[in-house]
């Protein structure tokens, strides 16, 4: 027996967050008006048309029921990003940014599920609304566009609790406090807070105000989005120090965050994942560096080095130097980086360590057992025995990882493109990471790749985003019976 799906509250939650991005471009229409762009009726279009088609959703979500269950809280996180996209191209493509609808499609989604892969072959001739949007985009999606909607819903009475767990990423959530929606306004406060700090750091360390805002907002989502063809690569050191450390700051759980910033430094250590987190930053940071000593000055190694790991490991994208030049074992392991990913309840995208870890930890425990196979021997994280459940979960997570890799490299391959950065850009996209190996390499710019690649490529990063299961589940039998 099947229960009546809502469709109703589906639409009213959508026309609600769709309302919110309306607002959201009222701030790039103003960046229009005030340095006098020709492109501020596209704007002011988009704009209305995003307002309009709210008002029309809402309308056909009159009168819904206040019940949000596990079918409708995954179809609305995996249509909200298809959603936000499709208007959010509108500028692009009005304004004759990007002609082509598919490029106009591919920068929106790769702004949103913060891949921050580019289309744009010189982004230094575009418009400051453009450039803002783009940065926007990220920084809209890195939190995640449900947890913003968490903390505003409740106002419209509705309830969060099913939305937040579907989108909130890793193998578990935790909660701040009893109501979720206090939680989700917990993480959104720390999360303009570090934003702001960075851009103020970034400005007084010598990067114009609008490059500040708009790197400080591609950094905490980590998103990767520059306002430069060479990425980070023309600032000076301070500035990528700076941009490093708000980077690393991303990865880490935003949970632990809030209990770091409210005096609790212990809690943030105690915490496993972040412990295996900043130890493969700095073990690959400095792995990098000694590679890199033999080509650079000592201290200009390190920050390279340490730079290279930690953008790649919080998929952030940044590029401080060209990876590609260097020998192929240097930017392997930087490949190999793309896996990782930052902690979970972070906005990186990636594995997750908490996933890695449990992986690694059952690997050995299964060896042990090979030896002792009548020894009890518990996977362990945190202190806590691990579910067999959650072991599974992490099982099946890793094998659809690497499934959907192969599958998207295999169609790439049938694109035209070779094997190995096919490979690359299922990787990279998959992880949401932008940057890649081969043609793309660092430049992370991705203009050529035929039309029907860069579709394929947007479905990849929207499974990666989502963690894969949310958009799975949707094509399950079992999430539309009782």
Known sequence: ???????????????TLTTLEALFMLIPTFTAWWYH?????AWLVSSI????????????????EKRVGEREGYVIVATVWLVYSIFGLLPYWLSGALTSLTDAWYETMAGFTTTGSTVFTDVTLQTHSVLLWRAMTQWIGGMGIIVLSVAILPMFGLGGMQLYSAEVTGVSYEKLSPRIA?????????????????????WLFGMGKFDAVCHSLATISTGGFATHNDSVMGFNPAIQWTIMFFMLMSGINFTQLIYLFRGKPRRIWNDEETRWY???CLIAGLALAVGLGVYYQYWESIRLGFFTAI???????????????WPPLLWMTVFFLMFTGGASGSTS????????????????????????????IPVRFNGHTVREATTANVMAFMFFYMAIIVLASMAFCGCGIGFDEALGIA??????????IGQWGSSGCYAAMPAVAKWVATFVMLIGRLEIFTVLLLFSRALWKK
Do not use: C, Q
Not at 37 to 41: C, F, I, Q, V
Not at 49 to 64: P, Q, V
Not at 353 to 373: D, Q, T
């Open 182 to 202: 206090d939680t989700a306004k917990h993480m959104w406060i720390t999360y303009i807070g570090l934003t702001i700090a960075e851009g103020l750091l970034l």
């Open 49 to 64: 048309i995003t307002w309009f088609s709210s008002w029309w959703m809402l309308l056909a979500g009159r009168k819904a």
């Open 278 to 280: 900043v130890s493969a």
């Open 427 to 436: 990787v990279s996209m998959i992880g949401n990471v932008g940057v890649s």
């Open 349 to 376: 995208g990636g594995m997750k360590w908490v996933r890695l870890a449990i992986f690694a930890k059952s690997a050995m425990a299964e060896i042990k057992r090979r030896i002792h196979p009548n020894a009890v």
């Open 311 to 325: 953008a790649t490991i919080t998929s952030t994208g940044f590029v401080a130097a060209d990876y590609m030049v």
């Open 37 to 41: 762009e020709a492109d501020l009726g």
């Open 1 to 15: 027996m099947t229960r009546t799906f809502n469709w109703r509250i589906v639409f009213k939650t959508m026309g």
